[in-house]
């Protein structure tokens, strides 16, 4: 899909197979509630938090976003755990057989939209909103980018909507099958290792 001056394009993604911990909704329920919601509707944890955003995320980028699945950042605090169980820091070749991504494949629904259409915000725009309100909330989304950007994410794709959004303003839904190896490839990685050696540091100022 192209973006024009006067549209842009940006997608939502949802996959079939949801934390049911969280009461996440499924692709049918989203069918038949012709909505998607924000975060705090979906993801009652969040409420709880000291700063929740109750916000729709979508990208500009026509690939499934690393955030929709956080397979690389889930490697990583595996990874992380390993060294606490070795006690020692871990080497990516430590990492082989150890860490193993999950062979069965998962389906994501990718519904688009034009940004203009459903009152999306970029998100660099918005971001600069929060982070004018507090030193606390400015360290709360500096650290929710470079978790984003661990994921494999380009954070200057992310839009936001402060409503929900109803389906039917959709231009497009497409389903995709991928397994956990194609979603890093597809991110840009070639291996669990890659993942570790290539995004260990910016782990490390998350969590330093």
Known sequence: MKTTQQQTIIHHWVT??????????????????????????????????????????????????????????????????????????????????????????????????????????????????????SVKKKNWVKSLDLKSRINGDDVTDYYVCEQDVPISKAIEVRDYTFTQEQVINNLGFKSVADIYTRQLPLLEKVYG
């Not at 999950?102 to 909103?129: C, L, M, N, Q």
């Open 16 to 133: 079939d197979k949801l934390e049911q911990d969280y009461g996440i909704k499924s692709l049918e329920q989203i069918e038949q509630s012709g909505l998607l919601q924000t975060e705090c509707k979906v993801l009652p944890h969040l409420a709880e938090d000291q700063m929740p955003m109750d916000v729709l995320w979508f990208t500009k980028n026509d690939n499934l976003p690393g955030a929709s699945t956080s397979i690389p950042l889930s490697i990583l605090d595996n990874a992380a755990k390993l060294c606490d169980l070795l006690k020692r820091r871990v080497s990516a070749s430590d990492l082989e057989g150890r860490i193993v991504l999950r062979p069965e494949p998962k389906t994501y629904r990718r519904y688009s939209f034009v940004a203009e259409d459903i009152g999306a915000v970029w998100w660099h725009r918005y971001r600069a909103k929060w982070c004018g309100i």
